[in-house]
């Protein structure tokens, strides 16, 4: 098993950024693949961005040039810096993590999720 708890989200004005991370207890990190997914309210949760334990990245059309996920494998622990927010970027923020190939899917461990909230 394993726990993933994300921190970090609140609210920033558009323009601004923060980094969440994603923290996780219970096995040795490495060999998982971790994603970031957010959920808008009245939305389907949408894939933001991944990285696999080798240390390959992928991410959304949507937040490419503006996010950068990175890992943390002594600290057990993944970040995504935002950059450049928009409003449209508000919606809680979810860690997940597998083992395996895949981005978008396929993810075995989700956290509870982190708020972010971008205002105008």
């Known amino acids: 098993q394993v726990q993933l708890v994300e921190s970090g989200g609140g609210l920033v004005q558009a323009g601004g950024s923060l980094r969440l991370s994603c923290a996780a207890s219970g096995r040795t990190f490495s060999p998982y693949s971790v994603g970031w997914f957010r959920q808008a309210p009245g939305k389907e949760r949408e894939f933001v961005a991944a990285?696999?334990?080798?240390?390959?990245?992928v991410y959304a059309d949507s937040v490419k040039g503006r996010f950068t996920i990175s890992r943390d494998n002594a600290k057990n622990t993944v970040f995504l810096q935002m950059n450049s927010l928009k409003p449209e970027d508000t919606a809680v923020y979810f860690c997940?993590?597998?083992?395996?190939?895949?981005?978008?899917?396929?993810?075995?461990?989700w956290g509870q999720g982190t708020q972010v909230t971008v205002s105008s």
């Open positions: 997940a993590a597998r083992l395996g190939l895949g981005y978008e899917s396929g993810y075995d461990y």
């Open positions: 990285t696999t334990s080798s240390g390959n990245t």
